[in-house]
């Protein structure tokens, strides 16, 4: 009698009720909810310029002591998704097919996970203005609205297909970067246009 007892009372503490369709409400249990999606700040171009032939490592967090997920191999195109203190979190790291011209997914190596930017790069495309110049606009915040930084215009000691000295941040479709007008030219740091970015390291994008 006291076993049965002892029972009884056990799934009353469990089951207090029924629920909607018959469903025990049980007390007691922690729930586990669904397990919450990374944000994604932002959607730009970069790729993989380590020059070490083991490959770019990849952390699992963005930072130097975390621990390597893998490596991707040189001019590795990837999508970043985040960034964080210089580093970059990124998605559908793809390489390019010279026979057919195309990307191709990466089959080998982490598909997702975070890089040091330091280690990545990114060609910089012109855009037309309403003069019909093809101008570099370097914005002091990511939209086309805040004041310029600079605008290089190409044909005044300027190229449109130029590599940028360093990534910094990203936000939506713009990148933040260090960059020069020239070799020798005198850096600034600004943001750019998703059309501002060649999203191709091997070919140019300058038409």
């Not at 910089?124 to 309403?130: A, F, I, L, Y």
């Not at 004041?147 to 190409?154: E, L, M, Q, R, Y």
């Not at 007008?181 to 091997?202: F, S």
Request: glycine letters at 10%.
């Amino acid at each position: 009698m006291i076993v049965w007892l002892m029972f009884f009372n056990g799934l009353q503490g469990v089951a207090n009720a029924d629920g909607a369709g018959g469903v025990a409400k049980v007390e007691g249990l922690a729930t586990v909810g669904p397990k919450k999606k990374a944000v994604e700040r932002c959607e730009v171009p970069l790729w993989s310029m380590d020059s070490d032939p083991a490959g770019l490592n990849v952390r699992s967090a963005g930072k130097r002591d975390a621990p390597i997920k893998g490596t991707l191999p040189p001019e590795t195109m990837l999508t970043a998704i985040d960034a964080k203190s210089g580093w970059f979190r990124f998605k559908e790291p793809m390489v390019w097919n010279w026979p057919e011209a195309e990307r191709i997914p990466l089959e080998a190596g982490p598909k997702q996970g975070w890089v040091y930017g330091g280690l990545l790069g990114e060609d910089t495309n012109c855009r037309r203005d309403s003069q019909g110049r093809e101008v570099l606009v370097v914005y002091t915040r990511p939209d086309e609205a805040s004041d310029p930084v600079v605008t290089w215009i190409v044909g005044q000691d300027f190229s449109c297909d130029w590599q940028i000295d360093k990534p910094l941040d990203c936000r939506q479709g713009w990148l933040k970067a260090v960059l020069r007008k020239g070799p020798n030219a005198k850096p600034v740091t600004g943001w750019l246009h998703r059309e501002n970015l060649c999203d191709n390291p091997l070919t140019t994008c300058a038409g």
